[in-house]
């Protein structure tokens, strides 16, 4: 009976078809599939180029929309790297590669789990992006941005408005073997991967691979990174390639130079090669020897990733929870990263330690640590609430807003994997401790492979959950203002006015408020309003105050216009200014409508009411008439019934040109049922 078992498993191995099990439910620690969905969600907030915001990610919007006008190119598109903006080459090529690996081994789960349309249109945003910056066979642009300059500044992308530098160009004189090597690769796959979905698309990307894997194998040399990603050796990145472009096309060639690649590394003969790190943006022979392990007949490469695969599991150190700690910056990525790879391995080989290791690792990842919570923002009930990420935080520091990035998030970055825990499972949630609350493309990228592989093993049943706070929100416009000196002829206002505009952040120009006064004790005594002084003390926006202007004068109600016609405004906006009246009269603020409420204490003060284009967006003037606060708005792209004055609101916060919604049917029965919002909006402000 033995020798029959033998027989039978030695036949399975040889075609290569390994049973795999099916997990029972109570090994189910964790909904593996919402975890995978949101890891993928993560790239729609990194995305860069006109059409961001395009996706689920409803708070992001156009951004960069200029780059690579310095070379006379477009060179819009691809993702940002981690909290930042600048749009680093090299792990911005291994993320692409190792996300297409990723789909390219567990395509069935992507698809099972209704995550393949996501992860496709991410890809593509990849490839479309790499061959934009490869316009000839001898020119690969891989750098846009200087990182030095992009980290000086925090605020949304959507904001940011100084030329970006394309900074590196790869050239025969100055070669980038490595982002060449793994850029090819992406495309190599992505043309298996479309082959029977678009085969004139795919055909596209294999020439593209061939072309710039030539350009890497002919010019030698490595990429730059200025001073934050500094390669160590180009040759893994050409195998990375080289295996891919065999695995696209048959040709032996590319085989036999990873053999010439491995020769020139001193990887030859019989002998063991010490693969302890693993795959990340700087090193993707993990990859190679795990595919090699399958692809190759020579044996040594099975050795080779086994050995790596139990230093590992045995042999690597370990924090008292159970994390395998390879390097104190981005913990949890390279765990992640390893799960990944083993799932790979389990998958070919179907031995249950490979598995059981990710499971491990994932697992604490996931919240099964000292910490009880989850290092993957956004999923489960506790986990980093102050991921260090520009456009997450949605604040902007500097004018004309002034904001602190501690303030808090205006956003989830659902899906973000941190940094995470030190090695003694410590976690600081602190956006400023970057260390563990980084996140980025590379630390996603083997996430993704991992939480695809726990999904197809461990996720029978599982669907994902909702993710709320990804759809459009209007803009929230407030006052809030104090008493900051009150004296007999008059007072000095601290004003902070709120134009909270995240979906996507907007600057806003046009925006005015006003500020009313009952001057009756000054009328009954013959007091001219004209006589009365005002004055901006303090405003980084420029801001402008009128005289005061009658509102109603057969009552006595006056008012003072702050306007700001030379900037355009986000998120706060200070100003302090100044009414007086040296007449003689002592002056009485308790009947004043906009001071009756002010203390010596900010507050939100409704009595200061903001106005959009003269239209009143926020807040009660003398009448007392507000804004209608109450309506009806969905988020499937259809109003089904409408609050005029809310509706007014949304419209005016809005920019028609970012609106996709056409053809409108305006009827006369109190219901709009597909709308076009700048017709509607010319109507509504007749």
């Known amino acids: 009976m033995k020798r029959v078992m033998a027989f039978i498993l030695s036949a399975i191995i040889m075609v290569g078809v390994i049973p795999q099990p099916v997990m029972a439910a109570d090994n189910q620690d964790f909904n593996y599939v919402d975890a995978f969905a949101k890891s993928i969600l993560f790239y729609e907030a990194n995305w860069c180029g006109p059409d961001a915001g395009n996706n689920r990610i409803k708070w992001r919007g156009p951004c960069h929309i200029e780059d690579g006008k310095d070379v006379g190119l477009d060179l819009t598109g691809g993702f940002h790297d981690c909290g930042d903006h600048v749009k680093f080459g090299l792990p911005q090529c291994a993320s692409a590669s190792t996300l297409a690996w990723a789909y390219y081994e567990f395509e069935d789960t992507f698809i099972e789990k209704g995550q393949d349309v996501y992860m496709l249109n991410i890809l593509k945003h990849f490839c479309d992006y790499f061959m934009k910056c490869f316009p000839n066979k001898t020119t690969f642009y891989y750098q846009v941005g200087d990182g030095d300059v992009d980290h000086q500044y925090w605020g949304p992308p959507e904001l940011q408005t100084y030329d970006r530098p394309t900074y590196y160009v790869a050239t025969p004189s100055n070669p980038g073997s490595d982002v060449a090597g793994d850029a090819a690769a992406a495309l190599a796959i992505m043309s298996i991967i479309y082959k029977d979905r678009d085969s004139e698309y795919a055909a596209k990307c294999l020439t593209y691979a061939k072309d710039l894997y030539n350009f890497g194998m002919t010019y030698r040399g490595n990429s730059k990174g200025q001073s934050y990603y500094l390669p160590s050796d180009y040759r893994d990145e050409l195998m990375w390639g080289s295996i891919w472009l065999y695995v696209a096309t048959g040709d032996k060639t590319y085989m036999d130079n990873v053999d010439k690649l491995m020769a020139e590394k001193n990887i030859g003969g019989d002998n063991m090669f010490n693969d302890h790190w693993t795959h990340c943006w700087d090193y993707v022979l993990t990859g190679v020897f795990v595919k090699l392990a399958t692809l190759s007949d020579n044996p040594k490469y099975r ?73 993957v923002v956004g999923f489960g009930d506790k986990y980093p609430k102050y991921p260090h990420h520009r456009a997450a935080n949605g604040m902007l520091e500097g004018p004309p807003a002034d904001e602190k990035k ?84 008059g007072v000095v206002i601290d004003l902070n006015l709120y134009n909270i505009a995240t979906s996507p952040p907007q600057y806003e120009d046009d925006l005015t408020v006003k500020f009313f006064l009952d001057l009756s004790e000054y009328a009954s005594v013959g007091i001219d309003p004209s006589k009365f002084s005002t004055q901006i003390y303090y405003s980084q926006a420029n ?45 009485d603020s308790s009947n004043d409508h906009s001071t009756s409420k002010l203390t010596n204490t900010y507050k939100e003060i409704d009595n200061i009411p903001i106005y959009k284009k003269n239209v009143k967006v926020y807040g009660v003037d003398p009448s007392g008439e507000e804004e209608i606060l109450y309506g009806d708005v969905n988020t499937d792209g259809v109003i089904d019934a409408i609050d005029l004055g809310l509706l007014k609101k949304y419209l005016l916060s809005m920019d028609e040109d970012t609106i996709s919604i056409k053809n409108a049917d305006l009827n006369q029965d109190g219901f709009v049922d597909a709308i076009d919002f700048a017709q509607l909006k010319k109507i509504l402000l007749k």
């Open 303 to 375: 050795r080779i990733a086994e050995d790596h695969m139990d230093y590992w599991q045995n042999r690597i150190r370990t924090t008292p929870g159970g994390l395998k700690y390879l390097d104190s910056w981005g913990v949890c990525k390279y765990p992640a990263a390893e799960s990944f790879v083993q799932l790979v391995y389990y998958k070919e080989t179907g031995e249950k330690k490979y598995l059981d290791f990710a499971k491990s690792q994932i697992d604490y990842i996931l919240g099964k640590n000292p910490n009880n919570m989850s290092y």
């Open 406 to 489: 501690d303030a808090g998030m205006r956003h989830i970055l659902y899906g973000a994997l941190v940094g995470g825990a030190d090695i003694n499972d410590k976690y600081i949630d602190d956006i400023n401790e970057y260390v563990y609350t980084e996140t980025g493309l590379d630390y996603n990228a083997g996430l993704v492979g991992a939480l695809a592989g726990m999904s197809k093993y461990f996720g029978q049943g599982q669907v994902p959950e909702e993710v709320p706070g990804i759809e459009w929100e209007p803009t929230k416009y407030y006052t809030e203002a104090k008493l900051y000196k009150t004296s007999n002829e």
């Open 543 to 587: 801001a402008k105050i009128s005289s005061v202007m009658p509102w109603d004068k057969d009552n006595n109600i006056y008012y003072v216009e702050i306007s700001f016609p030379d900037e355009k405004l986000y998120a706060r906006t200070y100003v302090q200014f100044a009414i007086y009246n040296y007449q003689g009269k002592v002056w």
